[in-house]
C-alpha cells in the first residue's frame, strides 16, 4: 500500500515539475517576444516623437526669427523650447536617445556681390541638431541662411524655405531678388543630453535697403553650406520658376568660400532690383 501511494506522489511531483517547466517556458517566450518585437517598437514610436518635436521647435524658431525682423522693435524676443532627447520608456529605459545642440556661428554664411565687389548684405550663423538614436536612423537638423534642413542616412530634405524668394513683375518684366539675410550671434554655444533648453532670440538691429541695378550689373549669391547639392537644387527651381535661361540670364556653381568651406553660388546676370533686409540676432541657450 506504501510503495502505491509513494508511486503515486512521485507521478505528482513530477507532473508539477514538468507544469513549472512549461510556464516558465511560456514566460520566457513571452518575454522574448516583448523584448524582441514591442520594447523596440516602443523604443521608436518614442524616439520618433522626439525627432517631430525637435523639428517643430525648429520650425517654431523660425517663425520667431522672421517675426522679429519684420514685426518688432531692437530688443525683441522669442522664446523657443529644445528637447534633446528622451529618458524612455519606464521598462528598462527603452526609448532613452540623447542629441546635441550647437551654435556655430562662423557656418551658414551668406554674401550678396556685384562683380566690383561691392556688397549688398551679409550673414551668418547655424544652429545644428546631432541625434544619437538607437532604434531610428540618426537625424541632423540644420537652421542656416533662414533654412531648415533635415539630413538623415545621408540624404537631405528641405523643411523650411529660406527667406530667399526671386519674382519677375508681370506688367514690367523686372527681375527682383527679396531676401532677408540673417545672422545669429552667441559665441558658439554647445548642449548635448537628453534635457530640455529654452533658447531665446534677441533682435539686435534690422534693416531694410533696396536698390535699383543698371543692365551691366552681375549680382551673386554665396552660401556657404554642407548641403551643395540641396542649395543647387533650390536655386535651380527659383530661376526656372522665372523662365531664366541657363548660362545665359543665371548659372549656379559649386566651389568653396575664401575660408574653403564647400558652398555655392547663384550669378544673376539679369537682375534689376535687390529688395534685402537685414537682420542681426543674439541667441543665448540655458
Known sequence: MLNVLNHGFRKEGVSNVVSLIMIAGIIISLLGMVFATYLPAWGKDIEVQTLNGMMDS???????I???AVGSDPGSSYTTKFTLGSEGGPIFGFGRMSGSIELDDERGLVSVQDQFGTTYSQGRGALIYRSNTINVEDQFITLEAGAIIREQSQKAILKGSP???????QDTGDLTLYMMAITIEGNDQSFSGTGSYLARTTLLSSQPSEYELDALTVISIEITTGYQSLWTDLFTEMAQENSLVDGV???ISNGTDANGNPSVTLTLNTLDVIDIRTSIYKLEID
Do not use: A
Not at 525648429?58 to 520667431?64: E, I, Y
Open 249 to 251: 540670364d543665371y548659372s
Open 163 to 169: 527667406n530667399i524668394v526671386l519674382r519677375t513683375d
Open 58 to 64: 525648429f520650425m517654431d524658431m523660425k517663425t520667431g
Open 66 to 68: 522672421d517675426t522679429l
